[in-house]
C-alpha cells in the first residue's frame, strides 16, 4: 500500500515539469518558425520584362534593420561629436587671437621701456659721472646700431628659438642689476647731504616761511641816531608779534637770557656743529630751555619787541667760529611771500 501511494504521488509530481516543459518547447518552436519564415520581394520595373524577385527571412530583416539603425546612431553621434570639436576649436581661435593682440600689445610696451631705458642710463650715466661713481656697464657691441637699443643692450636673435622681447628684457634685467649698487651709494651720498644741511642754518627762521627782511647785514642807518653802523645781521618782520621762531638747524641752546645792555631783549644763542653759532633776539617768549638740543624747524620761541626795538621782528645772526657772517647768504628761502630783494 505504501509502495503504490508513492509512486502515484510521483507521477502526480511530474505532470506540471513536463507540461511547462512541453509550452517552452512550442513556444521556441514558434519563434524559429517565426524568424525563419521567408518572404518573396518582387521588383516589377515599368520599362523592363525582367522581374526581379528578393527571398529573405525574418531574421535578415531584423539585422538589418539592427544595422541600420546602428549605422544612423553612429552618423548623428559623430556629427555630434564633430560639431563639438567645432565649437572648442572656434573657442581656442578666438582666445588665441586675444591673446596675440594681448602680446602685441606687450611687445610694444616692451619697446616703449626699453626706449625710456635708454634715456634713464643717459642721465644715470651722466649723474653718476658727475658724483665720480661708477656708471653700470653696457653692451656696445654693434657701433652701427648706435640709432637703436643696441648701443645699450645686446639685441640679438637666441639661437634656441627664444623670443626677442625675452632676450631683451634679460638684458634690461641684466642692466637695472649692475645699475641698483651706483643708486644706492647716489642715495647714500644723499642722506649723508641731508644729515648735513640739517646742521647747517639754511632755513627761514621764522616758522612757515612768512615775513620781510626789514634790514640788511653790514653797514645801515641807526634807526635811533640815524648814523650809519654795522648791523651784524638781519631783521625779519611779520609786523606782529607772537608769530613762532623755528631752530635754524640741529644744535644745543646755550644761552637763554635777556640783554639789556646790547639791546638784544630776551634773546636765544644756539651752538651748532661744523663752528656755527646762530643767535634770535627781541623774542617775546622762550619755548625751550637752555641746554636742551633742538632740530631744525623746532620752535624755540616767539617774535616779540623787547631791548631797542622801533617794532615787533626778529633780529638773526650767524657766526662761524669767531667770525660774523651775513646770514642771507645761508637761507633757504622756501616760501613764495615777498621777503624783499637785495
Known sequence: MYRQFENNLLQEGKKPSVSVV??????????????????????????????????VSVASLCCAALILIGIMGAFFWYGNSYNSARSALALKDSRLKDTQASLDQLRDEISRLLRQTRGFQAALSETLSSLGLDTPLVNEK????????????????????????????????????????????????????????????????????????SMYFGENPNPFTGQYYIHRGIDLSTYRSGDPIVATADGQIVTMEYDSVGGFGYYIIIKHKHGFYTRYAHLQSFKATKGQRVQQGEVIGYIGNTGLSTGPHLHYEIHVGSDVVDPYKYLNIRSGNSRGSR
Open 142 to 213: 654693434d657701433p652701427a646700431a648706435s640709432g637703436d637699443l643696441s648701443s645699450f643692450f645686446d639685441i640679438r636673435e637666441t639661437a634656441t628659438g627664444t623670443l626677442k622681447e625675452v632676450d631683451d628684457i634679460r638684458n634690461l634685467t641684466d642692466y637695472l642689476v649692475s645699475a641698483a649698487d651706483p643708486v644706492k651709494e647716489v642715495g647714500s651720498l644723499f642722506a649723508a647731504q641731508s644729515a648735513l644741511l640739517t646742521e647747517i642754518p639754511n632755513i627761514w627762521p621764522i616758522k612757515g616761511g612768512i615775513g620781510h627782511v
Open 22 to 55: 512541453l509550452r517552452g518547447v512550442s513556444l521556441l518552436k514558434s519563434l524559429t518558425a517565426a524568424v525563419t519564415r521567408r518572404y518573396t520581394i518582387v521588383l516589377v520595373p515599368h520599362s523592363e520584362k525582367k522581374v526581379y524577385n528578393f527571398n
